[in-house]
């Protein structure tokens, strides 16, 4: 087997195991806190969020000191590391005795991760180029199945083991696939360029990729998309019990729901992303930002809860063309020897988004709203679309030279 494809089939299922690790605690985090001494159900909710969140804050301050690092020693290495560090962590959650333990280890957690961007970056630096969709889209596959699996059998295993076995069981899973990704995957890395790039400091090293007028514009794009689709996500629960109302089964359909956008989007990411390969990324990016933009519109006016699941599935198909694109213009766009650094800021970019958009999503239905969150959400994506067309449109593709953006 090639070794580009042998490194796709590995970090799928790294992918896999990551996400699904990160998301398993969704069912059950509130009740886990619980456990500890926190039974008013008020202070157990904002533990939660806290926790929840702590991940995505550490992971947007240290994703581009990793994609340094990456850029020195190797993709692989930082594979490795993030891959055993969070298998650690994982495993230390299920000896925590306090919130302020799961808090401490999430923070540590987001600090040591890097599995996806490094994942992405070993991907696009030894995949053909005219194989470089469908791989960006198959490697998003496995990170959406992951995210969609995650909480699913998270709830089942709570049930079956109780919440300390499965940060252990979690633990030992992520180790044996970071073991086999040590066994099995191969970098063509040149240790030469490394050396001409790794005298830059982080903020050279933005400074330097800023000047590619594309990137900047990409990494706002993946701000923008993580945005629009996460300031409804915490929503969505609510907008199901408004249109269903019927309190047995809130849970069920809300569920559905959440996981339906992921279904589609998995489904469709290989396929957009072959497709791409054809046509071009940026045409497919174009696509995808104005079909979302049109398929989130009807989420403004559904009435029952089977028009909602049918907007979400055909609103999840076209997302699955978005970041599979956006990382396939990345490696387009940036010189060979900073691919490590290029993902990672686009990561952290994605942790912001992942971020501010329930923040604020939260702040904007209170004033218009959950529909009003829908209706901002399908601007925002195509004011994305314009912005796209112009960034892109106005400056050829970046010739793949470190030294040619040097001062």
Known sequence: MQHWKLN???????????????????????LYIQEFGVTNPDDAAVWAGIIFAANFLTAFLFQPLWGKVADMYGRKLMILRSGFGMAIVMTLMGFSTAPWHLLLLRLLNGMISGFMPAATSLVSANTPKEHMGFAMGLLQSGAIAGTIMGPFIGGLMAEWIGFRAIFYITGTLLFAATLVAWIFLREDFNKKRAMASSSLSIAAGYKQLRRIPQLPALFGVTFMIQFSLLSSMPLLPLFVQELQGDAERI??????????????????????GRLGDRIGSERILKISLFGAAITYVPQIFVENIWQLLAARFFFGMFVGGLIPSVNS???????????????????????????????LGGIVAVWLSIRGVFAIGAVMLLLNAWWVHQKLRAHPPHSHNLNETRP
């Open 8 to 30: 796709l089939i590995v970090l799928w299922f790294g992918q896999f195991l990551v996400m699904s690790g990160m998301t398993m605690i969704i069912p059950f985090l509130p």
């Open 329 to 359: 213009l990345i490696r387009n766009h940036t010189p060979e020897g900073m691919e490590g650094r290029a993902f990672s800021f686009n990561t952290s970019f994605l942790a912001l988004g992942n971020m501010v958009g329930p923040t």
């Open 251 to 272: 849970a069920l359909y809300a569920g559905l729901v959440g996981s339906v956008t992921g279904l589609s989007n998995m489904l469709a990411s290989p396929i957009l």
